[in-house]
């Protein structure tokens, strides 16, 4: 069974940055593609980036993070990273890894970002 653990996440101000861990047992993320996704209050979870892993490693994000957020993984510790720099007000939700474009089946608990002056 897949476990998901987000960690890193925390109140930062406008313009502060972040990184994002998330250690995953039970699953390779080496044959997985994987990603970060993020639910904020009344909103769905919406995907932020994922990283590919089949031939040439490749990442992809979402318009609203692109040139700030970095996706990163060491698979030697089957850990997924997200470097969040320059953060806005409205990035502040839960940030949750799970594989891409279907899920694991389960989710983490998440971690909380809030970017707030």
């Known amino acids: 069974q897949v476990q998901l653990v987000e960690s890193g996440g925390g109140l930062v101000q406008p313009g502060g940055s972040l990184r994002l861990s998330c250690a995953v047992s039970g699953r390779m993320i080496s044959i997985n593609t994987m990603g970060w996704y993020r639910q904020a209050p009344g909103k769905e979870r919406e995907l932020v980036a994922h990283?590919?892993?089949?031939?040439?490693?490749?990442?992809s994000y979402a318009d609203s993070v692109k040139g700030r957020f970095t996706i990163s993984r060491d698979n030697y510790k089957n850990t997924l990273y997200l470097q969040m720099n320059s953060l806005k007000p409205e990035d502040t939700a839960v940030y949750y890894c799970?594989?891409?474009?279907?899920?694991?089946?389960?989710w983490g608990q998440g971690t909380q970002v809030t970017v707030s002056s």
């Open positions: 799970n594989s891409y474009p279907r899920n694991f089946g389960s």
């Open positions: 990283i590919t892993t089949v031939g040439r490693t490749s990442t």
